[in-house]
């Protein structure tokens, strides 16, 4: 399981002309999820994020937590970051996950993540999704449940 994680002053999703969420000061995550991914996987990934010291405190140092600033979080799923470029110029999604696998651990994430109290916003998966944000800093962390 994967996630870019940009820290930001505000972001929202669109979908079909319609701003679907919206977030303020917070994390916008993109979540990646493999074939081989379980649940096991979600809860590790998700703490990580949720315990992750990349806000600023008083003195503009990274020493505080989503939980420790009350962020707010938007989950946006996105396959192509599974993308494999090793061959030819056309990216293959071959290691991401199908819908029928990706969805549920998609949707367990996003529990897990509500059950910390945090405000948490979803797009939509599968959708055609236009996303817009302010990232803070600019600060944008990739982790890897591989890696944790």
């Known amino acids: 399981m994967r996630a870019t994680i940009q820290r930001v002053l505000q972001a929202s999703v669109e979908i079909e002309g319609s701003i679907k969420a919206k977030i303020g000061k917070g994390a916008l995550i993109f979540l990646g999820i493999k074939e081989t991914d379980t649940a096991e996987d979600v809860g590790k990934l998700a703490e990580k ?23 707010h979080v938007l989950i946006i799923s996105q396959f192509t970051l599974y993308a494999d470029i090793t061959r030819g110029r056309r990216p293959s999604f071959t290691e991401a996950a199908r819908p029928e696998k990706a ?3 998609y949707e367990q994430f996003i529990h897990h993540m509500q059950q910390t109290g945090l405000t ?9 999704m236009k996303v817009a944000l302010v990232n803070d800093g600019p600060f944008t962390i990739n982790l890897d449940t591989s890696t944790l």
């Open 103 to 105: 969805i549920p651990l």
């Open 49 to 71: 994020i949720i315990h992750l010291r990349f806000c600023e405190d008083s003195t503009g140092k990274t020493n505080l937590s989503l939980l420790d600033t009350n962020g």
């Open 120 to 128: 948490v916003q979803t797009g939509e998966f599968g959708a055609s």
